[in-house]
């Protein structure tokens, strides 16, 4: 496949014609309709349809659009930092992480980033569903405990685990149920397994509250409503001051905040830098270091 071609069928799809692109790109008409031409030839299918005033991709002229466009913007993108000998990190970083993680470290990382490399346009969005990397311009998403995907490849950066945490004045144990916390619907009847310095044991609970958020769940137990299930990162502060008591941490597994990429993309220059920088942050990837964070 000619690179040059792929190129200019890029800049027509990205400009909605030929004329636009040219305009656009300072590149002859001529020579960026003879690229998509020599292109959709190599290729053996139709990349535009073509109207009488009018040029839209076909289906499969979206799909090598979607799949070559951001990679050869990375190239181009490559080039130009060794040309500039490495020296800045700029462009648009576009960022999916999960809404608790957002809420209590993401604005503070976000702003050292920009601060650090203040060529960067950084933009995170704060959600817990999957998103489509391409279709959605992500360039780099963080997830908790993500399932094995062949399309994404990365590294955990931080770990974290469950502890059951409680007033000081609420006792664990005896013939009732412990007054809970939960956060969702759908926790009658529930017991929680925990690891003490004494062994094992299993807690009845009774939901007495449910709540959509982990913070709103602590804020509820801070006020002394009951017992409930939070990330230790969260919870350390009040452990520390208190005001919380642990019960021990919860006999399941940890929790694991992966920062992922596409397989299929070159590990852009923003990218790179923001995993650097989450290292930097993180440097031993600890609850200790994310409450540290979260208190800071």
Not at 111 to 124: C, D, M, N, Q, T
Request: charge should be neutral.
């Amino acid at each position: 496949m000619d690179l040059l071609a792929l190129v200019d069928f890029n800049h027509v799809a990205r400009h909605g014609g030929v004329g636009r692109a040219a305009r656009a790109t300072g590149r002859p008409k001529a020579t960026l309709s003879r690229h998509v031409v020599a292109l959709e030839s190599s290729l053996q299918m139709r990349l535009f349809e073509r109207g009488a005033r009018s040029l839209k991709l076909t289906e499969e002229g979206k799909a090598l659009h979607e799949r070559t466009s951001m990679l050869l913007h990375e190239i181009d993108e490559t080039a130009g930092a060794i040309a500039r000998g490495g020296a800045s990190v700029r462009g648009r970083l576009r960022i999916s992480a999960p809404l608790l993680f957002s809420q209590a470290a993401m604005g503070k990382l976000a702003a050292g980033f920009v601060l650090k490399h203040p060529e960067v346009r950084l933009e995170v969005v704060a959600e817990d569903r999957p998103v489509d990397m391409v279709e959605e311009g992500i360039d780099l998403v963080i997830r908790v405990n993500p399932a094995p995907d062949a399309n994404l490849i990365g590294r955990i950066f931080l770990r974290d685990r469950l502890v059951v945490v409680a007033p000081p004045g609420l006792a664990a144990g005896g013939a009732t149920a412990v007054p809970a916390v939960v956060r969702g619907a759908g926790h009658e009847g529930m017991t929680w397994n925990v690891v003490t310095p004494d062994g094992k044991a299993t807690i009845d609970v009774a939901p007495v509250l449910s709540l959509t958020s982990l913070f709103m769940v602590r804020d509820a137990v801070r006020a002394g409503v009951g017992a409930a299930q939070l990330p230790l990162s969260l919870a350390s502060h009040d452990l520390a001051t208190g005001s919380l008591v642990s019960w021990g941490e919860l006999d399941a597994p940890g929790i694991a905040l992966w920062a992922l990429y596409p397989s299929r993309r070159l590990l852009s220059a923003r990218v790179s830098a923001f995993l650097d920088y989450l290292k930097e942050a993180f440097p031993m990837g600890t609850p200790e270091e994310l409450a540290a964070c979260i208190a800071g």
